[in-house]
């Protein structure tokens, strides 16, 4: 049985409260009180509300004085005072006395020992409790039974609005998060990534003050301990898919760290797309999806309870939170050596870049800081196609210090242990979004195989005349014309053209970092017209 907890540090009073309960009893609450459905694989269906993904205009951080001059205020990091976080935290707080049960679940963050978290979520809903469950590693009875303290608290009250007359709010949402009383506080929105996300904001923090690299990235490793890569990449250009590899071993998803031991995942689950899913292109996926998975914002038959999963009547995106041990090959503790190869995903709307290019370190220092991509329909509320769009260390939407504090510790590790840095498209071929083609998965899987098999770091290469990427030209078993992006178009001088307008807006936001990163890294990025 679960161990009783004392929750008056907190302030709940609720008579009921239900500590770390096994997926059974939550997916009867989450049927019986929240309108779940049990699909056909035997994964539970629910819906996220309003909200199906992030709010990132919505998301604060308390200044203060202890943390603010290392904080990165701008865009990323709105700035609250803690009056107004407090009374935040007292409305949520307030919401959750008002409810007849609450429920408690307690985990970890970090599969590193020596850099792991106790993280308790509080909140309202059995599918929060699930999806948390899933998220966060979980603890035996005898670690629960001595959990003691968290060191991080996350009060969940999605349901309830925040109050748009309190000072700096700018909707009835706000994702809240204090760094010295280590508490996030989330009102009106119910989508479960917040919580997700909310830890790993915690972990971007922390851990470079260790000297840990924090990394929005999947890991795999494989045959021996030498092998292991690390796929950066924002959600939706291919970390969970291609990192999901039957041939290799998931160490991760999506969040990680990489310290003087090698890398570890921060999480203890997956939280995969499910938009366009199938069992022959993501066998590993579509097989994780069963009793005990979170299936968020997905269509299924009311009769045969089977999932659609290329139906976007609710969102493009629908996700699926499961243990990463419904992976078959997850590597449990997930914790490996230092990686071989790191590789930068970019879903490249524009068309314009190589499928798979070999990097300098200098390149990567550059690529890292610029963090290119397309964000992707769905992942963020408002986004209906991919729009282009620059992530520093491709985790801009989490990061607390400065993209050179992180862009540093990146570059000191590559130097130490020799990894080499590649840049893989993963968006448009032959024209841009609405002309061109989406680079086929099959194409993809091949480039990493080759990385994996070190067939690619002697393969010929081809300098790329405007971004001065060395594109690899031969991969076994990928049609060559595909691997020079101007043979792929049908004219090339609209290519050209293309590309001096993205080259040129590399330049235009390097800007930001330019002066801190020295004239070496300036001059590896795409050449002036």
């Excluded at 020079?484 to 049908?490: E, H, L, R, T």
């Amino acid at each position: 049985m679960p161990v009783h907890v004392d929750l008056t540090p907190h302030e709940i009073t609720v008579p009921v409260v239900i500590r770390n309960a096994s997926p059974a009893r939550l997916y009867e609450d989450a049927v019986l009180r929240e309108h779940a459905g049990i699909v056909s694989s035997g994964a539970i269906a629910i819906r996220s509300g309003a909200k199906t993904g992030r709010s990132p205009a919505d998301k604060h951080l308390v200044r203060s004085p202890e943390s603010e001059r290392d904080v990165w205020w701008g865009p990323v990091n709105h700035a609250i005072d803690e009056h107004t976080f407090l009374l935040n935290r007292q409305r949520a707080i307030d919401y959750l006395n008002t409810r007849d049960q609450v429920y408690v679940c307690d985990g970890y963050a970090g599969w590193d020992p020596a850099s792991r978290l106790k993280i308790r979520v509080l909140c309202a809903r059995a599918y929060h409790a699930l999806y948390m469950h899933n998220m966060l590693i979980r603890p035996t009875l005898d670690e629960l039974e001595d959990f003691g303290a968290p060191d991080h608290v996350i009060y969940n009250a999605g349901q309830f609005p925040a109050n748009p007359y309190t000072a700096h709010m700018t909707s009835r949402t706000s994702v809240d998060l204090s760094l010295e009383r280590r508490e996030q506080v989330i009102l009106g929105t119910e989508y479960a990534g917040e919580m997700k996300k909310g830890v790993f904001t915690v972990m971007h923090w922390l851990l470079p003050g260790r000297g840990i690299l924090s990394m929005h990235c999947s890991a795999n490793q494989g045959c021996n301990d030498g092998d292991v890569a690390l796929f950066f990449g924002l959600s939706g250009t291919g970390k969970t898919t291609l990192s999901a590899d039957p041939a290799r071993r998931l160490i991760g998803d999506d969040e990680h760290g990489w310290g003087d031991d090698g890398v570890f995942n921060i999480e203890g689950g997956c939280y995969a797309k499910c938009i366009h899913l199938s069992a022959a292109k993501e066998p590993e996926i579509h097989r994780a999806i069963r009793f005990g998975t979170v299936l968020e914002n997905v269509v299924y038959e009311s009769a045969t309870r089977e999932v659609d999963f290329e139906s976007s009547a609710i969102t493009e995106n629908t996700r699926a939170a499961y243990p990463i041990d419904f992976i078959d090959n997850a590597k449990i503790p997930c914790v490996a050596g230092h990686p071989r190869n790191v590789i930068f995903l970019t879903c490249d709307a524009s068309g314009v870049l190589p499928p798979v290019s070999r990097l300098s370190r200098e390149q990567a220092m550059y690529h890292f800081l610029s963090g290119y991509t397309a964000r992707v329909a769905g992942t963020e509320m408002g986004i209906v196609e991919p729009q282009v769009a620059f992530s520093a260390c491709f985790s801009a939407a989490f990061l607390v210090r400065h993209p050179t504090i992180y862009a540093r510790l990146l570059a000191e590790k590559l130097g130490r242990h020799g990894a080499q840095a590649w840049l893989v498209n993963t968006g448009w071929t032959g024209g841009a979004y609405g002309t061109g083609q989406r680079i086929d998965l099959g194409v993809t899987r091949r480039i990493i195989d080759g990385i994996h098999a070190g067939t690619l770091a002697t393969a010929p290469v081809a300098r790329d005349p405007i971004f001065g990427l060395d594109a690899v030209t031969a991969v076994p078993g990928v049609d060559p014309r595909g691997l020079v992006p101007a043979g792929a178009w049908s004219d090339a001088s609209a290519w050209e053209q293309a590309a001096r307008k993205l080259a040129a807006r590399f330049r235009e936001n390097f800007q930001t970092y330019a002066a801190e990163a020295g004239r070496d890294i300036l001059e590896a990025g795409p050449v002036a017209n």
